[in-house]
């Protein structure tokens, strides 16, 4: 399990997720957002008239339901807000990370 940082235009949070996502992380969010939530009959609940409604912490259920089950993510820290012309924590400056 390695550290990412995920953020949904709201509080920046450290989650633990499988080594290959972590190694991955832009390809799997991607993969959530433009593939999942679109099509799978599982993402219907994220589907509304005006698009799609969607946070890091559905992209984490995602993980944890639909691809790695057997090795769960989980919430290490929330940053809060930060913005993006912010540092980061020392610890987790080299983190990869995704806003959705």
């Known amino acids: 399990m390695k550290p990412v940082i995920i953020s949904a235009d709201g509080e920046r949070k450290v989650y633990a997720v499988p080594d290959v996502v ?39 259920e995602y993980l944890n339901r639909y691809k790695f089950p057997d090795t769960p993510s989980t919430l290490v820290q929330n940053l809060g807000w930060i913005g993006f012309d912010t540092p980061l924590p020392q610890k987790y400056q080299d983190c990869p990370s995704f806003n959705f």
């Open 22 to 60: 972590a190694d991955n992380l832009e390809e799997y969010c991607e993969e959530f957002c433009c593939q999942w939530l679109v099509s799978s009959p599982d993402a219907k609940k994220y589907r509304t008239r005006g698009g799609l409604v969607y946070n890091e912490e559905d992209f984490i």
